[in-house]
């Protein structure tokens, strides 16, 4: 795990919060409907866990190699799911090896918690995730992870909203092998896209209940006895 990657996204997400909020709200909402994306992938699989963050290391291709969709579930909680590719590349370390050709494919189900709503809604969208992947890789026998390996995830990123339904998304995920911990099933993998929001078509709904402050609109009318003339 890069633990200084780490740092340097926690850093980003709530030092540009401070620098977004002078602009605030680009939308009142903090539920949607749906996301949808595309993203670059950059995967750090060298076998190094802990290592400095080191972009020499890195298998990456010049075009979207992943593609997500994040279903908005409840008060900032989401169910998202992604699928991507990635090309080894021979001058790039991969386990401890150079040399190495072929590919990894990796499909990813997590749930994400969103901080979009304590942060005030503005332009940064800080997150955190966990799940579950299978990652499947095709190489020669020099690499010494498995071929089918099953993965526990843990993610944090963040969205930084350009408008009210687009927004760049970078994330860093950590990939744990779940048959050899710690051992050459593990990965780091990077990610920076474009995410799409779709709203909720029934917009947003406050807690505010307007029935207990409802005004009547009947009108009473007030009758006014005459007094008696006296005789």
Known sequence: MKISTISFLLFLCFFGNSIAQPTKKITNQDNYAWQFGASWLLTDDDGYELNPFSASDFHSAPYPTRIFVDKYIYNGWSADGAIGFQKYDPSKLVNDSLGITGSMIST????????????????????????????????????????????ANFTLGSTFW?????????????????????KSSDYMQYSIGLTYRIPKTDGYKSDFDKSKYKISRHRTRIKVKKPKSES
């Not at 997590?110 to 579950?132: E, M, N, T």
């Not at 350009?162 to 710690?182: E, H, I, P, W, Y």
Request: positive net charge.
């Open 108 to 151: 990813d189900f997590a749930l994400k918690y969103s901080f979009y709503k304590q942060l005030g809604r503005g332009i940064v969208d800080p997150y955190i995730g966990a799940g579950v992947g299978v990652t499947l890789r095709t190489s020669d026998n020099r690499n010494t992870a498995k071929s089918l390996s099953p993965t």
């Open 162 to 182: 350009m408008s009210s339904k687009l927004g760049l998304q970078v994330q860093a995920t950590m990939k744990l092998g779940l048959t050899d911990f710690f």
